[in-house]
């Protein structure tokens, strides 16, 4: 079973950066596929960044700002957040599956089975 587990996550005045990290635990498939996605209250789930065997996704408000990247030997996941604005006050969820999956399926919530509890990032402006 694959665990998830993110940190980082805090409060920050817009403009400034936060970096998170998630890191699993459990079994591994040899590929896989892992995303930052990212919920406000009365919002739906939304991805916000993903990559799965070096293709990278992001959703079109934060290309530019944020930065998904991985340490394959420390199985953890990051997430740069720069530049950061009010509007990306949300908590913000991990999730992995085994295999690869298109760009084009990258930010669907429902292509992931393994997802964290969740760190809450709020920017105030």
């Known amino acids: 079973q694959t665990q998830l587990v993110e940190s980082g996550g805090g409060s920050v005045q817009a403009g400034g950066s936060l970096r998170l990290s998630c890191a699993a635990s459990?079994?591994?498939?040899?590929?896989?596929?892992m995303g930052w996605f990212r919920q406000a209250p009365g919002k739906e789930r939304e991805g916000v960044a993903a990559?799965?065997?070096?293709?990278?996704r992001y959703v079109d408000s934060v290309k530019g700002r944020f930065t998904i990247s991985q340490d394959k030997a420390k199985n953890t996941l990051y997430l740069q957040m720069n530049s950061l604005k009010a509007e990306d006050t949300a908590m913000y969820y991990c999730?992995?599956?085994?295999?690869?999956?298109?760009?084009?399926?990258?930010?669907?919530?429902?292509?992931?089975?393994?997802w964290g509890q969740g760190t809450q990032v709020t920017v105030s402006s």
């Open positions: 459990g079994y591994f498939y040899s590929t896989y596929s």
């Open positions: 999730a992995a599956r085994s295999g690869r999956l298109s760009w084009w399926s990258l930010l669907l919530t429902g292509q992931y089975n393994y």
């Open positions: 990559l799965s065997d070096g293709v990278t």
